[in-house]
């Protein structure tokens, strides 16, 4: 059974840091493209950051703030988010995507607000 369990997320000041992790089970996680995406209240579902083997890419709203990164002995995906502002305010997913294989977790809460 495939699972992606996402925690970290919390309330935290603007220009606050958190860490987000992703934990996998139920598929070969070094074989897989993993992402964060964000989705915000009543806005569309959007890319924050991906990692493939080694090479990464982020959204242009959270260059040079954000970074993820990966353990492939942990089958855990983390993103490090720092500067955080009150437009990062979203629930953030963790996606696991190979070809036609792709599974998402249930996401977790990112508060930024004094």
């Known amino acids: 059974q495939v699972q992606l369990v996402e925690s970290g997320g919390g309330l935290v000041q603007p220009g606050g840091s958190l860490r987000l992790s992703c934990t996998t089970s139920?598929?070969?996680?070094?074989?897989?493209?993993m992402k964060w995406y964000r989705q915000a209240p009543g806005k569309q579902r959007e890319l924050v950051a991906a990692?493939?083997?080694?090479?990464?890419i982020y959204g242009d709203s959270v260059k040079g703030r954000f970074t993820i990164s990966r353990d492939n002995a942990k089958n855990t995906v983390y993103l490090q988010m720092n500067s955080l502002k009150p437009e990062d305010t979203a629930v953030y997913y963790c996606?696991?995507?190979?070809?036609?294989?792709?599974?998402w977790g249930q996401g977790t809460q990112v508060t930024v607000s004094s």
């Open positions: 996606n696991a995507r190979r070809d036609s294989y792709e599974y």
């Open positions: 139920g598929f070969t996680f070094s074989n897989y493209a």
């Open positions: 990692i493939f083997v080694v090479s990464t």
